[in-house]
T-cell receptor, first 110, second 116 residues
Framework: GEDVEQSLFLSVREGDSSVINCTYTDSSSTYLYWYKQEPGAGLQLLTY?????DMKQDQRLTVLLNKKDKHLSLRIADTQTGDSAIYFC??????????FGTGTKLQVIP | DTGVSQDPRHKITKRGQNVTFRCDPI?????LYWYRQTLGQGPEFLTYFQNEAQLEKSRLLSDRFSAERPKGSFSTLEIQRTEQGDSAMYLC??????????????FGPGTRLTVL
């Protein structure tokens, strides 16, 4: 199966940390991605992690991968109003298509 | 601008009409992908090309849909006899054939189709 699931909505206060969670079902996934989509804009790749890694940090972003539970999370430190967007978890197997989750809408309250 | 471009950005059509969308990938990218995104959902894979060869098609791609990439550069997606259920954002992405399994795809802004 290739289902990628996310919670639909997350609301945080500016300056707090945001944690967006994702579960996937295909244990053959090689790379896992986080994309950001702002209104009227295309998808922007934020970060990715290879399946043999547990964690990756990139400035304010921290990705955690639990392969046993097929659970992926994205932590955004010091969340800003500009982080308000829809965040998609995605997986890829091999060279081909990317399978996206349903997206989590992040609302940052000033 | 050297990113992925799509044309038109918006298309409104009546049910039963044919529509065609164009995607221009990043110039050195040999892979090109089409996705469809409906409201409240993530993008769903439709098809992809390596150069001019169409290598995979999703079962979502019914007989009314056809995609081409005749010279291995730009691509077109045609929908014949459009139905209201075809209303969606159609996204194009491109990538380089990766040396590793990491296949970073760069997305265009999409074409929003509304079928009345």
């Amino acid at each position: 199966g290739e289902d990628v699931e996310q919670s639909l909505f997350l609301s945080v206060r500016e300056g707090d940390s945001s944690v967006i969670n994702c579960t996937y079902t295909d244990s053959s996934s090689t790379y896992l991605y986080w994309y950001k989509q702002e209104p009227g804009a295309g998808l922007q790749l934020l970060t990715y992690i290879f399946s043999n890694m547990d964690m990756k940090q990139d400035q304010r972003l921290t990705v955690l991968l639990n392969k046993k539970d097929k659970h992926l999370s994205l932590r955004i430190a010091d969340t800003q109003t500009g982080d308000s967007a829809i965040y998609f978890c995605a997986e890829t197997i091999g060279y081909q298509k990317v399978t996206f989750g349903t997206g989590t809408k992040l609302q940052v309250i000033p | 601008d050297t990113g992925v471009s799509q044309d038109p950005r918006h298309k409104i059509t009546k049910r039963g009409q044919n529509v065609t969308f164009r995607c221009d990938p990043i110039s050195e990218h040999n892979r090109l992908y089409w996705y469809r995104q409906t409201l409240g959902q993530g993008p769903e894979f439709l098809t992809y090309f390596q150069n001019e060869a169409q290598l995979e098609k999703s079962r979502l791609l019914s007989d009314r849909f056809s995609a081409e990439r005749p010279k291995g550069s730009f691509s077109t997606l045609e929908i014949q006899r459009t139905e209201q259920g075809d209303s969606a954002m159609y996204l194009c992405a491109s990538s380089l054939s990766p040396d590793s399994l990491h296949n970073e795809q760069f997305f265009g802004p999409g074409t929003r189709l509304t079928v009345l």
